[in-house]
């Protein structure tokens, strides 16, 4: 038994689509049409029609393997011309729902020689994808192609929403946009000098991945204090989204300690009290003189700063070339928070 699609004269197909899935059917789609007004009218196929009515189409088109050229939201399909086909009709279907359905001539797609091949790019955004063609002539529509099958992967990443800043709890709840069609998601996650400190993969069902709605994957344990950084993977391709930064812990201030006021000597370290935690960075930036640009600006790991997990007091330098006048120094905190200045100058 074959099920084929039945336009009726003058209606439009939009109302019922479904795919034929009775056991011993064949896999060529099936459309039931309601509504009015459409372009693509058919007034049957040739089954019903001799040759005293006009050119019968008996010959079946054939996908070209594969199918096409692929992009994130498109596919080049690719099939042989039929002798004395007018026009082509073309079926998409995209994860089991109609997706596209159109009808174009022998001569738009190329091959009214019925000696090139016929090729169309049809839209289609991820997913699986089926699609079926069929042959025309000016007055009926032959067999149904056999079906290909692909799958089309996007280029979208995740975007991240959080978390993002300080966060005070030990666990960590982590977000993002969902993304059309993606059935799986893989967090990354790396810090306090571990890499990874956790890779973690949660269903887009598991995740509450919704229209509208934002993804959500809580940890199942507490993290230490430190920073940490993570990104994020669909199943629709291997592109990682962008990094977003975190940190795990009481929210700390750095407290700057020297030099200060006026000192008898320029030749001595500059040293602050660091945060608890590891894994923080130190940005120091001193100005000296009347200039804009500053004398020093450079980042600095708690390790090198000599203040490892936060223990200990921070300490850079000496930095020779300070003239001791209009002099002043900040720190920064993992590239957020700015300390308030230091003033020094040289003693005369």
């Given at each position: 038994m074959q099920f084929k699609p039945i336009y009726a004269a003058g209606f439009v197909a939009s109302a019922v689509w479904s795919q034929s899935t009775m056991a011993g059917c064949s896999s060529e789609p099936d459309v039931l049409v309601r509504g009015a007004t459409m372009s693509l009218v058919a007034l049957d196929v040739c089954d019903y029609y001799t040759e005293a009515d006009g050119i019968l189409i008996d010959d079946v088109p054939s996908f070209v393997p594969p199918t096409g050229e692929f992009g994130p939201d498109f596919a080049k399909l690719v099939f042989t011309p039929v002798a004395d086909a007018d026009t082509y009709e073309i079926w998409v279907d995209r994860n089991g729902e109609l997706d596209f359905l159109d009808s174009a001539s022998a001569t738009f797609l190329g091959c009214a020689d019925e000696v090139s091949m016929c090729s169309l790019v049809i839209p289609s955004g991820a997913g699986a994808v089926n699609a079926w063609v069929r042959a025309r002539s000016t007055i009926c529509a032959g067999p149904w192609s056999a079906v290909t099958s692909f799958t089309l992967r996007s280029d979208a990443r995740p975007i991240l929403v959080g978390p993002s800043g300080?966060?005070?709890?030990?666990?960590?709840?982590?977000?993002?946009?969902?993304?059309?069609?993606?059935?799986?998601?893989?967090?990354?996650?790396?810090?306090?000098?571990?890499?990874?400190?956790?890779?973690?993969s949660i269903s887009a069902a598991d995740a509450g991945c919704k229209v509208g709605r934002r993804c959500r994957l809580v940890s199942t344990s507490s993290y230490?204090?430190?920073?940490?950084?993570?990104?994020?993977?669909?199943?629709?391709?291997?592109?990682?989204?962008?990094?977003?930064?975190?940190?795990?812990?009481?929210?700390?201030?750095v407290e700057l300690v020297s030099p200060s006021g006026a000192v008898s000597c320029l030749n001595v370290p500059f040293t602050f009290r660091p945060v608890?935690?590891?894994?923080?960075?130190?940005?120091?930036?001193?100005?000296?003189?009347?200039?804009?640009?500053?004398?020093?600006?450079?980042?600095y790991t708690d390790e090198e700063a000599g203040c490892i997990d936060g223990r200990g007091l921070c300490s850079v330098g000496p930095f020779a070339g300070l003239t001791g006048c209009h002099s002043r120094f900040w720190v920064q905190l993992d590239g957020g928070e700015w300390t308030p200045p230091m003033d020094f100058s040289l003693a005369e």
């Open positions: 300080t966060v005070a709890c030990g666990r960590v709840a982590y977000e993002w946009d969902p993304l059309d069609a993606a059935a799986r998601y893989t967090v990354f996650v790396e810090g306090n000098r571990q890499s990874p400190f956790l890779v973690q230490p204090d430190g920073n940490y950084r993570f990104w994020m993977q669909s199943d629709l391709n291997d592109q990682w989204s962008s990094a977003m930064e975190f940190r795990v812990g009481t929210e700390h201030h608890p935690g590891a894994g923080h960075t130190y940005r120091i930036w001193i100005n000296d003189g009347p200039g804009e640009q500053p004398f020093l600006d450079r980042v």
